[in-house]
């Protein structure tokens, strides 16, 4: 009986002296990180690690990409040709003060940026100088050559380390505004593989808004978007994981053109950090004063959606997209509306007039969390797209919305765009010939997806969020309509008459709300096959993304390095 108690007493005690020993050794292995000495003083940024040292005292605005942009070199020109070389290379950088391994595009972080015509051809040979990752580069928002269009596996092989790309963007001539590029390949957006893409439209005669739109002293380009202190890959690694409970990992810190501020004392000890306490970044160029700025503004971000507000300024909203809209009649807002991961919008900002002083000052971008609560959990649902995957619609083929309501709900889930053999011919206009295709997009998530497609614009005749239930479209009952009610649409209307046409916004990105749903119309045009997909990287990277073929029998399918159609691409 005594030996007995004796083993109860001991197996316990064993136990824990086995955990504490681990603890011990845990907490007494030097730390990795606190052995690499600061490549950078405080304030610096490298802009090319072969003079990395003559550099770190520098002013770290010259070492970023300026964001100052030259309409007057570009919009009284002719169309040309740009011929650009740039060589992707990697090095330990501080962008908020905590060293990382950042992608550099000819020394740069973000890359260059690129300030371009309409109607301007640019021939850009890329060199990957990394030493094990492949990639590409997407030029987000134009209507381009799919061959071109930069989306590894699907329209071209990533680029190999020791190998070489050349694009050959040819910029339409009826497109202008504000773009970027990025990777898209893997993960290498989120570790700095992006830079900034303006196209100006040339100068002539405008109308009395047009003329709205190029009211402005000064061009600048900001490119915002949140940032991770740890690789890309190790915070898909954890978000996959099925214990993440379905929460997405929340990033560090925030950028503005490549530089921003961390309180290193706000690290966690269980993730160490190489840091260095910094200046708070700050964008002196705007200055006080009476000139009008056109301040262009892009979601580079990996996750989060950004509210912009501007202290003692007036801001006017002048496009979205790069599309131009309508500016507000109302009196200037010094705040927006959401931005999302992929999007842009165009801003025109004056001194206020007004003397009040509300507003968010330059030091609410320091942002400090209490004690250590709020480590990242590096979390993330397994993110379905229709559950599993896109299901083959059912016969007839004929489009959704003429579908009886017993076929509709066998084909709900499945999308068909124009090809032979599977799927719906997409009517043609009689008049014109031209294919216009609606694309209804069901969120059955708790969260909001921003989606984008390649290669197109697209209308977004609705949105919907649901106060009850998911939300899911259904052509024969308008959301939150009462079947009963006189002034509901009549879902046997024609589509022109379920929707007010008037408003319906042109875009290449669209935030779908949770359990709700966007219908979207887009002219199938640009013969190819385009990604449509979310934009928040961690999303994309679980695989919600999905194919739109557009004229398969007219396109000649070949890869974008000149392979044989069918090539395989070495992963």
């Not at 708070?280 to 950004?306: E, F």
């Not at 997806?449 to 024969?476: D, K």
């Not at 319906?504 to 096959?529: C, E, Q, S, W």
Request: hydrophobic residues 35%; proline residues 8%.
């Amino acid at each position: 009986m005594k030996k007995r108690s004796y083993s109860i007493i001991l197996y316990p005690l064993t136990v824990c002296a086995l955990i504490l020993v681990v603890f011990w050794q845990q907490t007494n292995t030097p730390d990795p990180l606190h052995f690499i000495s600061p490549k950078i003083s405080p304030a610096a940024y490298p802009a090319n690690p072969a003079n990395q040292s003559q550099q770190t005292n520098a002013n770290p605005d010259a070492l970023r990409p300026s964001i100052q942009l030259h309409p007057e070199d570009h919009i009284h020109r002719a169309p040309t040709t740009q011929h650009l070389d740039w060589t992707v290379t990697a090095d330990d950088i501080r962008p908020d003060g905590v060293l990382k391994r950042v992608y550099l595009i000819n020394g740069l972080f973000p890359g260059p940026t690129i300030e371009a015509l309409s109607g301007d051809n640019l021939i850009i040979n890329v060199t990957n100088a990394l030493q094990d990752v492949p990639f590409t580069i997407h030029w987000h928002g134009l209507h381009i050559t799919n061959s071109m269009d930069g989306v590894a596996g699907v329209t071209q092989c990533a680029i190999p380390p020791g190998s070489s790309f050349i694009y050959n963007v040819s910029i339409p001539s009826d497109q202008s505004g504000t773009f970027w590029y990025h990777a898209h390949a893997g993960l290498a957006r989120a570790d700095g593989l992006y830079g900034g893409l303006v196209v100006h439209a040339p100068s002539g005669p405008s109308t009395a808004s047009e003329g709205i739109h190029d009211a402005s002293d000064k061009d600048m380009l900001i490119l915002i978007g949140d940032w991770y202190h740890q690789p890309a890959g190790e915070v898909l690694e954890w978000y996959m994981q099925p214990a993440s409970f379905g929460n997405e990992p929340v990033p560090d810190s925030l950028l503005v053109n490549g530089a921003g501020r961390f309180n290193c004392s706000m690290a966690v000890p269980a993730r160490p950090v190489d840091c260095v306490d910094q200046q708070s970044m700050s964008l002196p160029y705007l200055h006080p004063g009476d000139d009008t700025y056109r301040v262009r503004i892009v979601n580079t971000g990996s996750l989060t959606g950004l509210t912009l507000t501007f202290e003692n300024m007036d801001a006017m909203l002048i496009a979205v997209d790069s599309i131009a809209v309508d500016p507000l009649d109302a009196a200037h807002p010094s705040s927006l509306g959401m931005l999302y991961p992929g999007q842009r919008m165009d801003v025109l900002l004056r001194r206020s007039t007004s003397a009040s002083t509300d507003g968010v000052s330059a030091s609410a971008l320091r942002i400090d969390l209490d004690e250590e609560y709020l480590a990242i959990r590096h979390n993330a649902p397994y993110g379905f797209f229709n559950g599993t995957s896109w299901l083959p619609q059912r016969e007839p083929r004929v489009p959704v919305a003429a579908l009886s309501r017993e076929l509709w709900d066998e084909n709900q889930f499945g999308v068909s765009i124009s090809g032979p053999g599977s799927g719906a011919e997409v009517e043609r206009d009689g008049d014109s010939g031209e294919q216009w295709v609606d694309l209804v997009v069901n969120n059955l998530d708790d969260g909001g997806h921003p989606f984008h497609l390649h290669g197109h614009h697209f209308y977004i005749l609705s949105t919907h969020e649901s106060r009850t239930g998911w939300g899911s479209f259904n052509p024969f009952i308008p959301p939150d309509s009462t079947p009963s009610d006189p002034t509901s649409p009549d879902p046997t209307s024609p589509p022109e008459q379920r929707y007010d046409l008037s408003q319906a916004m042109l875009r290449d990105t669209v935030y779908i709300p949770r359990r709700g749903h966007a219908v979207l119309r887009f002219k199938a045009d640009n013969p190819g096959v385009w990604m449509f997909h979310c934009h928040i990287l961690w999303h994309l990277g679980s695989g919600m993304g999905m194919l739109v073929d557009v004229g398969y029998d007219q396109y000649n399918r070949t890869l974008g390095d000149g392979g044989v159609s069918g090539e395989v691409c070495v992963v």
